[in-house]
């Protein structure tokens, strides 16, 4: 149910965020200095840190299953 509504989310934000641009009025000031690069750069390290920490983190709790089930076929 949550990726379902994650999903959602994600389908509207990417309908509505292209037209922001034309709210915050028709001048286009972060392209024409070349700043809207390092946002979208500053953007798209963030998303991978937190990809990254998202799978070791994953990894961590799959090997503490696996311990965990092991240690549990031993004590039966």
Same mark, same amino acid.
């Given at each position: ?15 509505? !965020? ?8 028709? =001048?286009? @000031? ?16 963030? @998303? ?8 070791? !983190? =994953? ?18």
């Amino acid at each position: 149910m949550k990726k379902k509504q994650f999903l959602l989310l994600i389908s509207i934000l990417a309908l509505l !965020l292209p037209g922001v641009p034309a709210w915050a009025g028709g =001048d286009d @000031f972060m392209r024409q200095t070349g700043k809207i690069y390092v946002v979208v750069a500053v953007i798209v390290v963030i @998303f991978i840190g937190i990809a990254i920490y998202l799978l070791r !983190l =994953d990894r961590k709790l799959t090997n503490l299953e696996h311990q965990i089930k092991d240690s549990d076929e031993r004590t039966h």
